[in-house]
């Protein structure tokens, strides 16, 4: 199985703020990389898929780069809605896998 | 509107088993894949499966292999998961999730409001 790992596990920001979370697979899985926002309380929603493909509706200030085992989700200007838990999970082989998530709360 | 409306929470007993529904609306139903992922409390995220509604094949990770089953009713765009010998371990919310390929690039872009299944004697 494809180990994924996130860090930071946690993460305090402020409103306005552009902050950076990574995801490194355990071999390669190209760019079949997604990442996931996931509210208290919530389902998770798709942010970006493909490493780098913003999905519809989802606002311009999230981004995604990376290939092969590591990979990063940027969030510029960070709004009080963002605040949530991310997770990254590789679409590359069977069985699924997902990062541990990281925790983005107010600083 | 375009969701997957999953059945309520369920209590059950160690070592019984656990039937999960979910139904699909305002898509076609056997165009997409089903998949099941789950979270235990305060957990991460834990693929178990999937389904293609339109032949019934299924593929399931390896650590569920012989506890975990799923089906579809194509009549009512419905697929369950059925788990087994259940264990405290499987306290979680279960999830319907359904898998699409965009380029040639797999994601989950529609998830159901997941379904507590709670195991405790």
């Known amino acids: 199985d494809i180990q994924m790992t996130q860090s930071p596990s946690s993460l305090s920001a402020s409103v306005g703020d552009r902050v950076t979370i990574t995801c490194r697979a355990s071999?390669?899985?190209?760019?079949?990389l997604n990442w996931y926002q996931q509210k208290s309380g919530e389902a998770p929603k798709l942010l970006i898929y493909a490493a780098s493909s913003l999905q519809s509706g989802v606002p311009s200030r999230f981004s995604g780069s990376g290939s092969g085992p590591d990979f990063t989700l940027t969030i510029s200007n960070l709004q009080p809605e963002d605040f949530a838990t991310y997770y990254c999970q590789q679409s590359y082989s069977f069985p699924r896998t997902f990062g541990q998530g990281t925790k983005l709360d107010f600083k | 509107q375009v969701q997957l409306l999953q059945s309520g929470a369920e209590v059950e007993r160690p070592g019984a088993s656990v039937k999960v529904s979910c139904k699909a609306s305002a898509y076609t139903f056997i165009d997409y894949y089903i998949h099941w992922v789950r979270q235990a409390p305060g957990q991460g995220l834990e693929w178990m499966g999937w389904?293609?509604?339109?032949?019934?094949?299924?593929k399931y990770a390896q650590r569920f292999q012989g506890r975990v089953t799923m089906t579809r009713d194509t009549s009512i765009s419905t697929v369950y998961i059925d788990l087994s010998s259940l264990t405290s371990d499987d306290t979680a919310i279960y999830h319907c999730?359904?898998?699409?390929?965009?380029?040639?690039?797999?994601?989950?872009?529609?998830w159901g409001q997941g379904t507590l299944v709670t195991v405790s004697s």
């Open positions: 071999q390669s899985v190209s760019r079949y």
């Open positions: 999730v359904r898998g699409v390929t965009v380029g040639g690039f797999g994601c989950f872009d529609l």
């Open positions: 389904i293609n509604p339109k032949s019934g094949d299924t």
